[in-house]
């Protein structure tokens, strides 16, 4: 390998992309093709001739084209991949191979172009200038998160009275949309439930409604956005038919001894606002360390300026649409309707893409040069906790992430951790503090 070592030229392209061109002697390809010839010989069926006893001759007039595409793949896959291991070249993508050719007496030339990670020398990350939120809780969350559950467990309700519909009012009607006079098949429902005032359905819809009573009809028109996902309807002037079958309101449970009953675990409402203020902190914090970490990040990025494989950048765009498309699945979105959103989004990922990928190397840079590591025994925590918090058993969950190959990901996380606490530990952090509001002492 020595001497074909010496017959390689490495050529920058670009900080992230590098240009092998590969100069193997006649000697080395004959010695390559033979050994082919020789392996082909041995199967081959040629009518006349018994396996292994074929001449050459008769292989290279039925097999010359099999056998010289072996022998090619053989010499760039040796080649390349002993010359990687060698020059100890990051290649982070499969080459782009170019060659001619086997032609007898002459050397094989032979190209690999390959993405490769950037040699990232971090700097200017001592010392940064930041500023850390405190985690204060104000009277007003903990007011605003017992909406919130007071809303979980509101019911509905049927209008008793004879009145009009209101802002705000739950109404179930039946319509039809007809454009220029002819009906859309689409724009049909009966039964279907509507919040007024929620701003779910065509812009100037719900607000026609508003003062009609159970049991009319009425002719609502409105104009469809022209951006609107049918391009069919897009900017179009349609009339609906409305009839009003029915008017509830939305009941809210009082906060009070009795609205406890709803839980087991509380025996009180100072024991229920106790556990969502505590609630309420964790989250605040976990909010205020990832806005810091995302702080730590720009600072990081403003000082350090280089390019990335576009490959990881696409990879990362990839996980960021995957994400999309899960949460507006479990949001109760249609799988193929949250693909396709999601696929309209590969381009606005692009940019926040970049920065996490730039992040992560220069992360794994600087934990590099401060000798930070992520222990097994650290591992194995995390994995613990994982498995506690999903319920599961240890042992399988570890087969799992091992299958996946994820273990080192959760290695990754462990030591982005420790790197941004190293950071955060030799920065000028000051605290702004926000105004906290009292909180009464049996909330607390």
Known sequence: MSEISAAVKIEDISAVKKKLSFDVPWA????????????????????????????????????????????????VNRYYWETLQQKDIPAVTQPEIEQQGIKAEKDFIFSATVEVEPAVEPKDY????????????????????MAEIRQMFATMEEVEEDRAIRMGDFVTLDFTGAVAGEQIKELKSESYLLEIGSKTFVPGFEEQLVGLRQGEEK???????????????????????????????????????????NFER??????????????????????????????????????????????????????????????????GMDQKKAAEFSMKLHDHFREEAAKIVKTVLL?????????????????????????????QDYE?????????????????????RKTYAFLEAKAKVTTVRTEKKGIPEGEK
């Open 266 to 331: 509380y025996e009180s409402l100072e024991a229920l606002k106790a556990d969502v203020l505590k609630n309420l902190e964790e989250e605040k914090k976990r909010k205020i360390e990832l806005e810091f970490e995302k702080q730590i990040s720009d600072k990081l990025l403003e000082k350090n300026v280089f390019d990335v494989p576009d490959s990881f950048v696409k990879r990362q765009i990839y996980y960021m649409m995957s994400d999309m498309q899960r949460r507006m699945v479990s949001g």
């Open 126 to 145: 001592l010392g940064l200038e930041l500023e850390k939120e405190e985690p204060v809780v104000t009277d007003e969350d903990l007011e605003a998160r």
């Open 363 to 391: 992360l794994k840079g600087i934990a590099g040069k401060e000798a930070l590591t992520a222990g097994e025994d650290e591992v194995e925590k995390q994995i613990r906790e994982i498995a506690a918090q999903r319920a």
């Open 219 to 261: 002719t609502v028109a409105v104009k469809f956005p022209d951006n609107y996902n049918a391009a069919h309807l897009a900017g179009k002037d349609v009339e609906f038919t409305v009839n009003i079958k029915g008017i509830r309101v939305k009941k809210l449970p009082e906060i009070d001894e009795q609205f406890i009953k």
């Open 28 to 75: 080395d390809v004959k010695s390559e093709l033979d050994a082919v010839y020789r392996k082909v010989g041995k199967t081959a069926k040629i009518k006349g001739f018994r396996p292994g006893k074929i001449p050459r001759e008769i292989l290279e007039r039925h097999y010359r084209e099999d056998a010289e595409g072996e022998t090619i793949s053989n010499l």
């Open 396 to 416: 399988t969950l570890r087969k799992s992430l091992e299958k996946d190959d994820l273990i080192d990901n959760i290695r990754s996380e462990i030591l982005n």
